[in-house]
């Protein structure tokens, strides 16, 4: 379940699949957006058809509910209110049918992946929505851990310490974990909840919007209609050059000058955006530096480098996170795909289809910014006693009966 999309995969076979999204694939792939909004005349639409009629109809659609998990929030559509955790569940909903759809056979079980660093009440609440939706949670597991399951970490026989890199839609964030014998163990986890792929499309729109104005005396910014298509174009446009190296916006009828109609056709250099983004890239490096000191590492201590998310896919930010951690980043599994994988691959695990893997997380949370609640300092010491002690679980640990997360003292 992420800020922007959501995924889910299955085992079949021995093999992790990704469940194709009812409403066919879309320009990033097989996930769908995580949106929900209720119609005029009292539908409830999830995903794709809930985005596209969303300039029409803003005031009843829902938009990244991810953020607003374990908090008091609610959305009040004719009176009624919804928590987030019942808005998230009608995206589970969503991904539940379109599983039994794929499957052919009733969905009853699920594991969940939430960001490292959500606290107690967030990671309930995500748990609250799947059992709103239908679905008995039997683990709930960090997004990093589930993309090193999709990587085959686990299988490693060496200790190592991998750093998962995320930028997805909406936020990033940076985890170090630590692995040997079959446990993964979060050592520090910092990022910024407020800078994501969006602003990257952001920054190629008003490109878009001062170029145009220049060559035609149109203001684009204005037009509420002309807006909505151009932030799809600049999204669709910036997503193709992560692949080729030019490619064209067209939108015809996208204004009126003169009592004619305006369109806008402009060729966009993979160059002049990563001229926009390095701006926006440039902030990824704080939290990496911060996510090192408070691991107490170098750059040359990361054995392995994930990358998750779908902006992760441009070729910019993969350069830009070698460059300054000096070694490659893994490939082999899809970055947009890798925590739906780990997470079906954790599935596996629980129902004896996938073995040898034990899987303790011990959260240790050193979030950076944007967090109040989970200022935790990183001490390996107290890491160490708790290993050895019995670690003191919480109700978010119980969640069954081998996954133990501890988490910071409140
Ligand atoms: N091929 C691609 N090249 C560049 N960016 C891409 C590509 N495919 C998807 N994206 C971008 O990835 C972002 C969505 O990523 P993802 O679905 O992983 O986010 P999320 O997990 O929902 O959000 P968050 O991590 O913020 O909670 C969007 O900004 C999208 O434009
Ligand atoms: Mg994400």
């Not at 908090?71 to 909903?93: H, N």
């Not at 994501?196 to 145009?212: F, H, K, P, R, T």
Request: charged share 25%.
């Amino acid at each position: 379940m992420g800020t922007t999309n959501s995924a889910a995969a299955v085992m079949e076979a021995g093999r992790p699949v990704v469940i194709p999204s009812a409403e066919g694939p879309t320009v990033a792939g097989k996930m769908f957006p995580s949106v929900v909004a209720f119609t005029a005349d009292g539908q409830l639409l999830v995903g794709e058809p809930a985005k596209r009629q969303a300039t029409a109809n803003p005031e009843r659609t829902i938009f990244e509910i991810k953020r607003k998990m374990g908090t008091d929030y609610k959305v009040f559509i004719d009176g009624k209110s919804f928590t987030p955790q019942q808005i998230s569940a009608f995206i589970l909903q969503k991904i539940k049918k379109d599983a039994e759809t794929f499957l052919g056979t009733p969905v009853k079980k699920a594991v969940i992946t939430v960001p490292a660093h959500f606290n107690d009440n967030q990671r309930q609440a995500t748990k609250d929505a799947g059992e709103i939706a239908g679905l008995e949670v039997v683990r709930i597991i960090n997004e990093p851990t589930a993309a090193c399951l999709a990587y085959g970490l686990d299988k490693a026989d060496k200790e190592m310490k991998i750093l998962v890199f995320s930028f997805g839609g909406g936020t990033h964030d940076v985890t170090i974990m630590d692995f040997g014998g079959g446990v993964f163990q979060v050592l520090a986890t910092s990022g910024d909840t407020k800078t994501g792929g969006a602003d990257i499309d952001n920054a190629l729109m008003q490109y878009i919007i001062s170029e145009y104005k220049t060559q035609t005396g149109i203001d684009l910014s204005t037009d509420k209609m002309a807006m909505m298509r151009l932030k799809e174009a600049a999204e669709k446009a910036k997503i193709e050059l992560s692949n080729v190296v030019t490619t064209d916006i067209d939108l015809p009828f996208i204004a009126m000058k003169n009592n004619s109609p305006m369109h806008l056709h402009m060729t966009i250099t993979r160059a002049k955006l990563e001229e926009l983004a390095l701006p926006i890239v440039q902030r990824i490096e704080e939290p990496i530096r911060k996510v090192l000191a408070d691991a107490k590492l170098e750059p040359k201590d990361i054995d392995k480098i994930i990358l998750i998310g779908g902006q992760t896919r441009m070729p910019l930010v993969r350069k830009f996170i070698e460059d300054l951690l000096g070694k490659p980043a893994e490939r082999g599994v899809d970055p947009m795909e890798c925590v739906a994988i780990g997470a079906a691959i954790q599935g596996a695990v629980l129902t004896g289809e996938v073995k040898d893997l034990l899987l303790l997380m011990y959260t240790v949370i050193t979030w950076s910014r944007n967090s109040r609640r989970n200022i935790y300092q990183n001490n390996r010491e107290k890491h160490n006693h708790t290993h050895q002690k019995k670690p003191d679980f919480h109700n978010c640990c119980r969640l069954s009966n081998n996954c133990y997360h501890t988490c910071p003292t409140r």
